[in-house]
Nanobody, 120 residues
Framework: QVRVDESGGGLVQQGESLTLSCTAS????????MGWYRQAPGKQRELVAT???????NYAESVKGRFTISRDSGLNTVSLQMTSLKPEDTAVYSC??????????????WGQGTQVTVSS
């Protein structure tokens, strides 16, 4: 069983910073990539940032230059440092792990989500 757990989130004012953390645990053979997605009320879930096993990163245009995703050496833990937060960053942020639980079987595993609210 693979588990993805998030921490962080909360209420901040515009321009402030916040860091989210995510840890994958359990029966993990290999992690392909980890990332953060968000969903605002009435909108579809969107990619925020991802990091793969090779260290490559991908960011949504709307967060480039403000958010930074980082990982530990094993990719089990990733953090999302968010700076210069805007009200439009308000959403439920969910961590995703694309993980091989066995040498031949992979899946997408999701955390429970954490609320980030940015007040103006």
């Amino acid at each position: 069983q693979v588990r993805v757990d998030e921490s962080g989130g909360g209420l901040v004012q515009q321009g402030e910073s916040l860091t989210l953390s995510c840890t994958a645990s359990g029966s993990i053979f290999r992690i392909i990539a980890m990332g953060w997605y968000r969903q605002a009320p009435g909108k579809q879930r969107e990619l925020v940032a991802t990091v793969n096993a090779g260290g490559g990163t991908n960011y949504a245009e709307s967060v480039k230059g403000r958010f930074t995703i980082s990982r530990d050496s094993g990719l089990n833990t990733v953090s999302l440092q968010m700076t210069s937060l805007k009200p439009e960053d308000t959403a439920v942020y969910s961590c995703n792990g694309r993980i091989y639980a066995t040498p031949t079987t992979w899946g997408d595993y999701w955390g429970q989500g954490t609320q980030v609210t940015v007040s103006s």
